[in-house]
């Protein structure tokens, strides 16, 4: 067989027509089984598969819409076209209606024939290809966990089973590290369009100029770099769901652009007339108090009643009881354990970084520790200080015996008794170790580096970008690129189970 023969199934009970389709088609290098009923071509699908299958309408027994619809019932994956005579086109729309590909009006000629098997096969190649795709890139999609079982995180659970399934747009309002992108990922999921594209952009990690490109695309010239055409996220995610976060960070004078494509679906590239539609679903997410936002002027008050449909706020990690525990549990990667005196820290830290700063407190405990215990001095210094300061102190077991190291802390009770105010981490990332015990590399003690400064600053990421002297655009980069790296390695854990 070479790469444009047919593998096709002809069901037809006139001899003579099947006879010499047969051999036309087998002539010009198609493989071609010919049977001359219903009840033959099914039993031949149940051992064999075609590309695709031409049924004569008119047949005894077993007419060719019944074969049609036996054969999609059976689940057999083939292109079907309907061969009818001029009085019964219209049944032959209706078998169209029904799953077959085409028809052809007998009589025809057989380079019609050719022709017509020709392009359902290429039909069905395209169909496949397409089924293939979208379960490479359901794949490739990172899943992101929703861990939680607090009362919080029950409500906000079943908020997102209250309005995924809508088309309107959502707000997810949360302060930063408290899970808007999860939260909107879920929702998208558990939507009738979780098999349409999920496209994202983070209006604050672009630079101004860009967001415009990057949503609404361009044409070719219309600016200074502007190379080639090029569709914008609206049209990308045109039938699906677009995820627009730091939308506080939305620059005011393309507010009335996004206010309109949500009005009404119309939108235009940069430097083009041509008026174009999409339909798109919205998530939204700030972790601004965008109320207050437009009382300052800052952000437009129609678009934000626009984008405030469905409003869904996310708790402070700290509200979310035993939910800190949960997810060490989900992140600490196996076999690793933590001792109960962290375990009573990482309970009484506030957490203003929220979840990611609980991350990034466990991956960079996995750095620094030695084996795969983490004790007390694998936690940042300000946090276990912290705690410290805050906590009375209650236990009657607790002996502390060397600046900067707890013990016996058996219990979730915790002596606070401060540490002298120069000790830092009994480790610096300079001797650090990789987790499998060989040698830290560069970019793991940068890692490490840029998320310490990240939780010493609360999650807060300006600061943390000011203190590192880059900008806050460069940090945003660089947290992605962890996090990509981290979902690398969870989908390396994940095959291995
Ligand atoms: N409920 C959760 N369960 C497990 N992991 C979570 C949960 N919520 C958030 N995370 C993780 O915490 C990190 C931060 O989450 P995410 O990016 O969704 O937060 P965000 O609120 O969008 O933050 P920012 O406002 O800074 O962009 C991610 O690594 C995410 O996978």
């Given at each position: ?472 655009r460069k940090l945003y980069r660089l947290l992605e690129r962890f996090q990509e790296s981290d979902v690398v390695e969870d989908s390396r854990d994940e095959s291995n189970?």
């Open positions: 067989m070479n790469d444009t023969s047919i593998e096709l199934l002809l069901v037809e009970d006139e001899d003579d027509f099947r006879e010499t389709c047969a051999r036309w088609m087998e002539r010009k290098g198609h493989r071609v089984t010919a049977v001359s009923n219903g009840a033959e071509a099914l039993g031949l699908c149940e051992s064999r598969s075609f590309q695709v299958a031409v049924f004569d309408m008119n047949m005894p027994g077993m007419s060719g819409i019944e074969l049609l619809q036996r054969v999609q019932q059976a689940g057999f994956d083939m292109e079907v076209i309907i061969l009818t005579g001029q009085g019964t086109i219209e049944s032959a729309v209706s078998a169209m209606k029904m799953g077959a590909c085409d028809y052809l009006t007998k009589p025809c000629s057989l380079g019609d024939l050719e022709h017509h098997c020709m392009l359902a096969r290429t039909r069905g190649e395209l169909r496949r290809e397409n089924v293939q795709l979208k379960a490479v890139i359901s794949r490739s999609r990172p899943k992101l966990p929703l861990v939680g079982e607090s009362g919080s995180m029950r409500a906000v659970a079943r908020m997102i089973e209250k309005v995924a399934p809508t088309d309107r747009p959502v707000l997810v309002q949360g302060a930063s590290g408290t899970g808007k992108e999860v939260v909107a990922r879920e929702i998208q999921q558990r939507s009738p369009l979780r098999d349409k594209p999920f496209v994202t952009i983070n209006c604050a990690a672009l630079p101004e100029q860009l967001v415009e490109s990057e949503l609404f695309g361009h044409q070719k010239g219309s600016f200074t770099g502007a190379t080639a055409e090029k569709p914008g996220l609206f049209e990308i995610a045109d039938g699906g769901t677009l995820f627009i976060d730091e939308i506080g960070e939305l620059p005011l004078t393309l507010q009335p652009k996004l206010l309109r494509v949500l009005e009404d679906g119309s939108m235009r590239r940069i430097g083009s007339a041509k008026e174009r539609m999409v339909h798109v679903r919205i998530i939204a997410a700030t972790n601004r108090d965008l109320a207050a936002e437009v009382e300052k002027g800052n952000f437009r008050e129609d678009l934000f009643y626009r984008i405030n449909v469905l409003p869904l706020q996310l708790p402070l990690l700290s509200e979310r009881e035993g939910d800190i525990d949960r997810l060490i549990e989900h992140y600490l990667p196996k076999p690793w354990i933590v001792e109960p005196d962290v375990r009573a820290v990482l309970n009484q830290y506030p957490w203003p970084g929220n979840i990611r700063q609980l991350i990034n407190v466990i991956q960079r405990a996995t750095i620094l520790a030695e084996g795969t215990r983490i004790t007390i001095n694998d936690l940042p210094p300000e946090i276990v200080n912290s705690v410290r300061n805050d906590l009375t102190l209650r236990s009657t077991r607790t002996v502390v015996d060397q600046p900067g190291e707890l013990k016996g802390l058996g219990t979730n009770t915790f002596q606070a008794n401060p540490l002298p105010a120069n000790t830092t981490s009994t480790r610096t990332t300079a001797s650090t170790a990789s987790p499998d015990g060989g040698a830290a590399t560069l970019d793991d003690i940068a890692k490490a580096h840029v998320l310490d400064v990240l939780a010493s600053e609360n999650g807060n990421k300006a600061r943390a970008a000011r203190r590192l002297g880059i900008h806050r189970v």
